[in-house]
Nanobody, 119 residues
Framework: QVQLVESGGGLVQAGGSLRLSCVVSGSTFRFSAMGWFRQAPGAQRELVASISSGGSSDYADSVKGRFTISRDNGRKTVYLQMNSLKPEDTAVYYC?????????????WGQGTQVTVSS
């Protein structure tokens, strides 16, 4: 059973930056595509960034040019560098294993990490 532990969230002013981390248990991390999702209050969970096992990445239009996803297979960790944050980025952020090129998530959800951007 893959376990996901997200961290790095917090309160930041608009224009600021945060770096989220997600540590993944299990032996198949290096073969897995990973995604960062977010869920704002009253909204559906949405995929904002994804990275393939080979390092290719893709982004939602709303974060393109501001967010960067990366992975460290040795540490079984996926990162989300978030720059130029906006109040509309406020949400709980989750990572999960995904089918690259889709929004389908496979694993159980972790507790997420709260990101709050003040104006």
């Amino acid at each position: 059973q893959v376990q996901l532990v997200e961290s790095g969230g917090g309160l930041v002013q608009a224009g600021g930056s945060l770096r989220l981390s997600c540590v993944v248990s299990g032996s198949t991390f290096r073969f897995s595509a990973m995604g960062w999702f977010r869920q704002a209050p009253g909204a559906q969970r949405e995929l904002v960034a994804s990275i393939s096992s080979g390092g290719s990445s893709d982004y939602a239009d709303s974060v393109k040019g501001r967010f960067t996803i990366s992975r460290d297979n040795g540490r079984k960790t996926v990162y989300l560098q978030m720059n130029s944050l906006k109040p509309e980025d406020t949400a709980v952020y989750y990572c999960n294993t995904i089918l690259y090129g889709s929004t389908v998530a496979f694993g159980s959800w972790g507790q997420g990490t709260q990101v709050t951007v003040s104006s």
